[in-house]
């Protein structure tokens, strides 16, 4: 559900901030975001998307320039997205998603005395 929100919040911010892009460059990175925001929803390198959006969202949470946000136009918006991605970024992916198909689930163990029992 955290992916869910994450990448289609980042998806519709960028389909509505990248509509009116003036430069080539802007085009660029929009359809790079849209594509990292679209691994994410799908479950594909979370931890690595998890982290990308959740720096670039850092980035312009302090950066002086004023960038034109629609759907996370508010900073506590932006904040809380940023959040969200870094806390998937440590999470990880769950178990409904291309990476658990791809490399397996884990399982941890906090306690030493006890190991997880084999499956």
Do not use: N, W, Y
């Not at 085009?27 to 790079?32: D, G, I, K, P, Q």
């Not at 791809?102 to 941890?108: A, Q």
């Amino acid at each position: 559900m955290l992916r869910a929100i994450v990448g289609v919040s980042t998806i519709a911010e960028v389909a509505l901030s990248g509509t009116g892009a003036d430069s080539v460059i802007k085009m660029v990175m929009a359809a790079f975001a849209a594509l990292a925001a679209v691994a994410l929803v799908l479950g594909f390198l979370t931890p690595v998307v998890g982290a990308l959006i959740a720096v670039v969202g850092v980035v312009t949470l302090v950066s002086p320039h004023a960038v034109s946000l629609h759907l996370l136009g508010s900073q506590m918006a932006l904040f809380e997205l940023v959040a969200m991605a870094g806390a998937l970024a440590i999470l990880g992916p769950g178990a409904t998603s291309i990476d658990a198909r791809l490399f397996g689930r884990r399982e941890v163990s906090i306690s030493e005395t006890h190991p997880p029992e084999e499956p």
